[in-house]
């Protein structure tokens, strides 16, 4: 990837110096250059460019691993997985991912005994997602559990010294605070 960056940087110098030249030679050689290392370009990009769902399915073990460990059903659901991502964009997204898998299971979902006087099923579920906006890739991590306790994430927030008990936050800036 380095070494084709190089060329495309390379090959437009020649083409700002062609286009200065009156040398027919040069523009000609210029041009094909151009064309040889924009094809070169894609195709090293695409090569580096993989389905999701490589990284989808790591996350079903650790589900299924969670559910049993905390004693809850859990249903996991994952759309998306065809979308393709650069390697090294799956590499970092991994991490973020599974904490907010954890969190998820751990935080999001009640008990089945819960879910059941909540009256909804006794399997939570847990929807992991993945769609293209434009230019751009979204993921989505979603649960059908009772939904984020902000008193909870203000005290944790607090006990980890990214607020005072004197911030006044509105509710979505606390609850951005589980991503800090």
């Given at each position: 990837m380095d070494r084709v960056g190089e060329l495309v940087i390379a090959q437009a110098r020649l083409t700002q110096i062609a286009a200065q030249s009156s040398d027919g030679n040069l523009k000609t050689v210029a041009e094909e250059l151009e064309r040889l290392s924009s094809g070169l370009r894609d195709t090293t990009m695409g090569i580096r460019m993989v389905p999701i769902g490589t990284l989808f399915s790591r996350f079903r073990r650790l589900v299924h691993d969670l559910s049993r460990e905390l004693g809850k059903d859990i249903e996991f659901i994952t759309t998306g997985e065809e979308t393709e991502l650069d390697?090294?964009?799956?590499?970092?997204?991994?991490?973020?991912?599974?904490?907010?898998?954890?969190?998820?299971v751990d935080h999001?979902?009640?008990?089945?005994?819960?879910?059941?006087?909540?009256?909804?099923?006794?399997?939570?579920?847990?929807?992991?997602?993945?769609?293209?906006?434009?230019?751009?890739?979204?993921?989505?991590?979603?649960?059908?559990?009772?939904?984020?306790?902000?008193?909870?994430?203000?005290?944790?927030?607090e006990e980890q010294g990214l607020i005072t008990p004197e911030t006044r936050l509105a509710e979505q800036e606390l609850y951005q605070l589980i991503f800090a």
């Open positions: 390697k090294t964009m799956i590499e970092r997204l991994a991490d973020p991912l599974v904490h907010l898998i954890r969190n998820s999001g979902l009640e008990s089945a005994e819960r879910r059941i006087k909540a009256g909804k099923p006794a399997a939570g579920s847990v929807k992991l997602s993945a769609v293209y906006a434009g230019a751009e890739v979204a993921i989505s991590v979603t649960d059908d559990g009772a939904g984020l306790d902000a008193d909870r994430i203000r005290k944790k927030a």
